[in-house]
């Protein structure tokens, strides 16, 4: 299966704070997602971006096919936004390939 | 609306008892997924369904069943299980092949 790499494995802000997460995969891909798991363990869904940018509020992303990557950018950063934040992806098969995670904690 | 739906969100089973995981979408989506997340994994493919009637094995079926006699609701079964199904299941389902996927809230199962 394709293999997903997200960076930094761990990642500690100050609120107010901006930062950016990375997703490599090895394959093309027909899909790629990114979710948050909040510390309730539910998954969240942030975007579903197999190619180009997307805004939600303080949340972007983009993602470059041709070159293996996708980014997740945080702006002005809050606590509530701490967790895990997973990237996943798909293409010929039917399974989402998952990357182990960024886990991001935000401080008052 | 309420998307995708787990029953239940807690268990604890003694090894060699079996038990049923309920998951129900109200999207009707076409495929549905079952999933395992073990700790400081991402999630991993046991079974999915593309569509009513139909089952696949994914990346971890061993001791897992599973059935779609409905459009809208997926089961996953253990018929006797073991300490290392201990884990925390996701029920997922999308519309089509690669198009986006919901999760349900999750199952945490700990066999004893």
């Known amino acids: 299966g394709i293999q997903v790499e997200q960076s930094p494995p761990d990642l500690i802000l100050q609120e107010g704070a901006n930062s950016t997460l990375r997703c490599n995969f090895s394959?093309?891909?027909?899909?790629l997602q990114w979710f948050h798991q909040n510390p309730w363990g539910q998954l969240i869904n942030l975007f579903y971006?197999?190619?180009g940018t997307k805004q939600n509020g303080r949340l972007s992303a983009t993602t470059v096919a041709t070159e293996r990557y996708s980014l997740l950018y945080i702006s002005s950063s809050q606590t509530t936004d701490s967790g895990v934040y997973f990237c996943?992806?798909?293409?010929?098969?039917?399974?989402?390939?998952f990357g182990k995670g960024t886990s991001l904690l935000v401080t008052p | 609306n309420a998307g995708v739906t787990q029953t239940p969100k807690f268990r604890v089973l003694k090894t060699g008892q079996s038990m049923t995981l309920l998951c129900a979408q109200d999207?009707?989506?076409?495929?549905m997924y079952w999933y395992r997340q073990d700790p400081g994994m991402g999630l991993r493919l046991i079974h999915y369904?593309?569509?009513?009637?139909?089952?696949a094995k994914g990346e971890v079926p061993d001791g897992y069943n599973v059935s779609r006699l409905k459009k809208q609701n997926f089961l996953l079964g253990l018929e006797s299980a073991a300490p290392s199904q201990t884990s925390v299941y996701f029920c997922?389902?999308?519309?089509?092949?690669?198009?986006?996927?919901?999760f349900g809230q999750g199952t945490r199962l700990t066999v004893v």
């Open positions: 997922a389902s999308s519309l089509g092949h690669n198009t986006e996927a919901f």
């Open positions: 394959d093309s891909v027909n899909n």
């Open positions: 971006i197999p190619s």
């Open positions: 996943a992806v798909g293409n010929s098969g039917y399974a989402l390939n």
């Open positions: 999207m009707n989506h076409e495929y």
């Open positions: 369904s593309v569509g009513e009637g139909t089952t």
